[in-house]
């Protein structure tokens, strides 16, 4: 390790050593026998994920990937103020957290939206979509790595007692060309690939602020890349419930015991493909229950709204007539229709214009309670 002189803001001197990183683009790691384990059972249930219904289920998972990964970084909301976020007009009131988290979610469909395996290039996109708009972030950081030391834990004035020194400044361009290397492997098996990629992102920790949710977006990449999977498989969820033990098993990857963090990594896949099936079924089960409720038959407004309500779970006369291709009378009666037979609930948008009242806006309450349970329960 190089020692190097931190000066802090209370005039005290001292001295601290960085994490010394060594490459990884050839990295090789010798798997214990429980680990080893781990890895296939967390490969074989990947090898379910890919018959997961498209458009409905991938909209949820999406949504819980996003919202669990900002848990992680106690940036949490009710998902009603994360639903009015993505349909919110430019002309309404913001809503600052809710649109943190929308940052996320864009970010992570950019990363697996990306063609594998991503660049560095693709990082720093998927940092500005992260962190674009943020009212204490400075633009001049956003999408860019960080110029300066940080630390995590200790105190604010330095890295005197802090938990880990990630490297230097000046190393960060070099060591995210090396891990962007290493994600472009074949030979590495996808749930190590995508383990480890995301520890050494943590490790690096190139960005002023941001790394965690990144990191995690590059995990999803190279499972999606690697595996041809279609939507993300939320891993932040299991991780968001015990945030205690994702850290510790980050630590003992910093402290170069990666069987640990592997092994605890695919043991969390696995019970995030448990996850995604429950998730799956019982969205399933909700949808045909809200469509045998209603009045609506066929390919009518009312039916394409109800089975479209996991990817747009809010809606009103104008989103309805602009997806459809309808007339705003025929989408409010759809609409009304689907009010009246208990499936849709109307209320105010909770986002006021600057000029005026805010919108009227139709959901399902049960599909609302649903996205809430799922990422919290």
Sequence with gaps: ???????????????????????IAKLKISTSEATTFAIAEASRA????????????AAILYRSESSASSLIEDITIGPRRILEAEVAATDEIRDPIAERIIGNLEGLRDALETPYPATTDDYLRW????MEGHPRFAPENVGTYRAQQNWIGGDAYGPRNAAFIPPPPEEV?????????????TDVA???QAAVAHA??????????????????????VLAGRLQIPAPVPVSVPWSR??????????????????????????STVDAVRWMHSVEQRLTALIASLAERSRARGDSVAARV????????????????????????????????????????????SRRTKAGRPRRMFSSTELVDLLNEIVTA
């Design 127 to 130: 940092h500005r979509l992260l």
């Design 46 to 57: 990947l090898g379910s994920v890919p018959s997961l219904p498209g458009a409905g289920v």
């Design 190 to 192: 996808p749930v190590v």
């Design 1 to 23: 390790m190089s020692t190097h002189i931190w000066t802090d803001l209370l005039g005290r001197t001292y001295e601290f050593e960085p994490y010394a990183a060594k490459p």
């Design 242 to 267: 015990d945030t205690d033990r994702y850290v510790a098993a980050l630590r003992s990857f910093q402290d170069g015991d990666l069987n640990r963090w592997i092994e605890f990594a695919a043991t």
């Design 200 to 221: 050494r992102f943590e490790v690096i920790h190139p960005f002023i602020d941001g790394n965690g949710r990144v990191g995690r977006m590059l995990l999803q990449h």
């Design 173 to 185: 361009p070099h060591l995210m060309e090396d891990l962007a290397a290493y994600t472009a492997r």
């Design 306 to 349: 109800v089975r479209d309500l996991p990817t747009h779970p809010l809606v009103d006369a104008d989103t309805v007539a602009d997806r459809y291709g309808v007339s705003r009378q025929a989408a409010h009666e759809a609409l009304t229709r689907l009010s009246e037979d208990g499936v849709l609930g109307e209320r105010s948008f």
